[in-house]
């Protein structure tokens, strides 16, 4: 004890001297203060602060505006705060208190000793203030969020010398995409310092940054890593989530860490690019063993792996076909497994189960079916979300080639800099990062089946110049090298852009253009089809079975008129999620989607009829995430609006006060 107190003086001593030199004397205090300390002091000194600055109560959120920035955030608090009350509960009565805020420094939620949080409310350590470095000078969250990593800062390190009493600890939680958005910050008094509160904070980020992966990959396939077997299922390991056609949708930072790699070498690349392993045979060895880990080899080294999530039922030459109702699926090893709902399979995706009925999209399948099996490209064009990629895919499945591989290209997700490499493929060490093996192309990953390369319009010049002589040669050089390699390929290309202005432009060759336009088809926008009851029936029964709802979904009149009459600006991929979220809403006795269960969106147009019940609730219906997660969404907001109010939310959202208790998660 004598020799941690020997320390303490050390370092107030030190202190002392540095903040002698800094605002005093206007020097650097070198070698007194961490590196990290002094970056703060004079980013702080540039920002106009003086130690005795004073905070303008300007800069609270009222209450109001306070609720509004928690249901921006909402995802983050619901993650997140579970994790503070276990914090908490490791720290109750050291007069400490444990706070979130988002990624501009804003305290969205505490828990804390009410004798801490009176000192702390006195400095504004409460819900609705902004701690970030421009306003509050050195603290441990708003450097951390401008360091992006793990920050303490003890008493007089704080640059407000009225901050001095503080001891706070503070971690960042990036999101699943690798985006900054919050930080999770144990404070206490200076007095009360403890060597283990860093370590704390950072691990109990890394739980919030794991149950936010894990719930926005719900769907996906979960590859989740380690070098050692044992740190599995720990907040230290690897997860990355794939898609069903075996590409890395996202990944997280331990990850990247334990492979040497970064975000942009391992996100939209084939999996095998990635892990230099069969997805597969990982799959199978999965469904064999549900919770089974695994050691592979990537490169010299040795990991451990374990699938997680949803797996799709079948896996042939490495490619992975799309998750079929019947998908078995593999929970998180801390997770009991459910069994699986029997359900009859749905009809396979294809020119005619895509046939609704309506006279535009009949007359494209027709154009369509005539090349079936003929060497001729297909171009679709159509409006962002009106079904080009599920055309592609119909087309695909309904002639020869359907067992082979269906291999799809984003034109626009993906950086310029990437798409040569995506397409073409590499050769061992053709630029830095690549692996020394090289890797297949799209185009080669292909090779028998069918290539589609969606948002064509925004492919760069210099690489339509290498398509069009991939297409006239039927053979692909991968970058680095020299030899080139037979392919064979049907080409389907899509775009919601007019080619034959960008030719006119000179944003794309002409040449291309009519090497790709063998043949055109043109897919109507869903406020133009006369089909939406039969598609919106189609797709609530898809999405009903893949829930396992073995009843037939129907809608009331009057939500039908609303969704026929509706303008769907965002097309069929709008009216999917309307669906989605729905049948979320629904108990798990109901069978029939009324007015109450849809957007209120939907009935803002002057030509709907005017809701006579209560309003709506308006979701968030571009949510990925499970049935499950969106009624929950959907029931919290409604919570939220009603002010706590059951009775209230109940009402709003038109279900009984035990199904929104079941939606919230607090019965059964």
């Given amino acids: 004890m004598g020799r941690i107190q020997l320390a303490a003086d050390i370092h107030g001593q030190q202190l002392l001297e540095a903040r002698q030199q800094f605002f005093e004397r206007g020097n650097r205090p070198e070698g007194l203060v961490e590196p990290v300390i002094l970056r703060s002091w004079e980013r702080c000194h540039r920002f106009g602060l003086t130690e005795s600055s004073e905070v303008l109560t300007a800069d609270f959120l009222d209450r109001t505006a306070l609720k509004t920035e928690q249901n921006h955030h909402r995802q983050l608090l619901a993650h997140g705060r579970p994790i503070m009350e276990h914090v908490y509960e490791q720290i109750r009565e050291s007069g400490s208190m444990v706070i979130l805020a988002d990624a501009n420094g804003l305290l969205l939620d505490t828990v804390g000793d009410p004798d801490f949080v009176d000192r702390a409310d006195r400095v504004a350590l409460t819900a609705g203030a902004s701690w970030d470095e421009n306003q509050r000078g050195t603290n441990a969250i708003g450097t951390a969020l401008v360091e992006e990593a793990p920050t303490e800062i003890l008493g007089a390190e704080h640059f407000l010398s009225h901050n001095g009493f503080l001891t706070c600890c503070a971690c960042p939680i990036f999101g699943?995409?690798?985006?900054?958005?919050?930080?999770?910050?144990?404070?206490?008094?200076?007095?009360?310092?403890?060597?283990?509160?860093?370590?704390?904070?950072?691990?109990?980020?890394?739980?919030?940054?794991?149950?936010?992966?894990?719930?926005?990959?719900?769907?996906?396939?979960?590859?989740?890593?380690?070098?050692?077997?044992?740190?599995?299922?720990?907040?230290?390991?690897?997860?990355?989530?794939?898609?069903?056609?075996?590409?890395?949708?996202?990944?997280?930072?331990?990850?990247?860490?334990?492979?040497?790699?970064?975000?942009?070498?391992?996100?939209?690349?084939?999996f095998s690019m990635v892990f230099e392993n069969n997805l597969a045979s990982l799959i199978d060895q999965a469904r064999r063993a549900p919770f089974g880990i695994h050691e592979i080899k990537i490169g010299k080294r040795n990991f451990y792996l374990q699938i997680r999530g949803q797996l799709p039922a079948q896996a042939i030459s490495g490619y992975v076909y799309e998750t079929p109702p019947e998908a078995i699926s593999a929970t998180p090893a801390h997770a009991p497994a459910r069994p699986q709902p029997i359900m009859e399979p749905l009809a396979e995706l294809n020119l005619d189960t895509l046939n609704a009925g309506d006279p535009k999209l009949q007359l494209a399948i027709a154009r369509a079916r005539r090349i079936i099996g003929r060497d001729i490209p297909i171009l679709i064009q159509g409006e962002s979300g009106a079904g080009k990629e599920i055309f592609a895919k119909a087309f695909h499945n309904s002639g020869p080639r359907q067992s082979a591989p269906f291999v799809a290209l984003n034109c626009a997700a993906i950086p310029e800099t990437l798409i040569e490499s995506e397409l073409f493929g590499y050769q061992g060490g053709a630029f830095t990062g690549a692996r020394k093996e090289g890797a297949p192309g799209k185009i080669q990953q292909a090779h028998g089946g069918t290539l589609f390369l969606d948002e064509i319009g925004d492919m760069p010049l210099n690489l339509q110049a290498r398509l069009l002589r991939v297409l006239q040669e039927r053979s692909v050089t991968p970058l680095g090298s020299c030899k080139s390699v037979q392919v064979d390929i049907s080409l389907v290309c899509a775009t919601h852009r007019k080619l034959r202005d960008e030719v006119a432009l000179g944003t794309f060759r002409e040449d291309l253009y009519y090497r790709l336009n063998g043949l055109c088809v043109t897919l109507p926008a869903l406020r133009e089809r006369s089909d939406i009851q039969a598609l919106a029936t189609s797709l609530a029964l898809t999405e009903a079975r893949k829930n396992g709802r073995l009843d037939k979904i129907r809608f009331s009149a009057s939500a039908m008129q609303a969704m026929e009459t509706y303008a769907w600006p965002g097309n069929i991929r709008q009216l999917n999620n309307v669906i989605r979220v729905a049948i979320a809403l629904m108990d798990d006795d109901e069978n029939l989607i009324t007015e109450i269960h849809l957007p209120e969106e939907l009935f803002e147009s002057p030509v709907q009829p005017r809701m006579t019940e209560a309003t709506p609730m308006a979701f968030n219906t571009s949510s990925n995430g499970s049935l499950e997660e969106i009624g929950r969404q959907a029931a919290q907001n409604a919570l939220e609006s009603a002010g706590g109010n059951i009775s209230a939310a109940a009402r709003l959202l038109g279900v009984s006060r035990n199904t929104l208790y079941r939606k919230l998660g607090r019965l059964g």
């Fill in 176 to 270: 699943p995409d690798g985006t900054l958005i919050g930080v999770l910050d144990i404070s206490g008094d200076y007095r009360s310092y403890q060597s283990h509160t860093l370590g704390l904070a950072r691990m109990s980020s890394k739980f919030v940054e794991r149950r936010l992966f894990e719930a926005e990959h719900a769907r996906d396939i979960l590859v989740c890593f380690h070098e050692r077997a044992d740190f599995i299922g720990s907040p230290t390991e690897g997860i990355s989530a794939v898609s069903p056609d075996g590409q890395v949708i996202a990944i997280n930072q331990n990850a990247l860490t334990l492979l040497g790699i970064r975000r942009v070498d391992a996100v939209r690349r084939d």
